[in-house]
């Protein structure tokens, strides 16, 4: 990220997403996608305070990548897992 006009600073980095196996899906009292949303609020307030000039990166973008390639991983391992269910029955008809 660049520094804004006329300040020699560099901003901080933006906090970056959990990832898809980050998330245990257990309904933890404190997520880490609660810790990911509130450290992308004191990024963007303290961006707005003190680089107002510098763009934020589009992280809903970002996060609708992240959810598509995790629901793809999904798919595909349910996919592998019913093609090894088929193998093995068609393995035990075959005996």
């Keep these: 990220m660049e520094a804004c006009n006329g300040c020699s600073c560099k901003p901080p980095a933006c906090p970056k997403a959990p990832g898809p196996d980050d998330c245990c899906q257990k309904g933890c009292k404190l997520c880490v996608w609660d810790i990911y949303r509130d450290k992308m609020n004191a990024y963007r307030a303290y961006m707005q305070q003190h680089h107002p ?8 973008e970002q996060q609708q ?4 390639d995790a629901s793809m991983d999904a798919f595909e391992r349910l996919e592998r897992q019913l093609l ?4 093995q029955r068609q393995q035990l008809q075959q005996q």
Excluded: N, S, T
């Design 84 to 87: 090894q269910q088929q193998q």
């Design 65 to 68: 990548q992240q959810m598509m």
């Design 53 to 60: 000039g510098v763009p934020l990166p589009d992280v809903e």
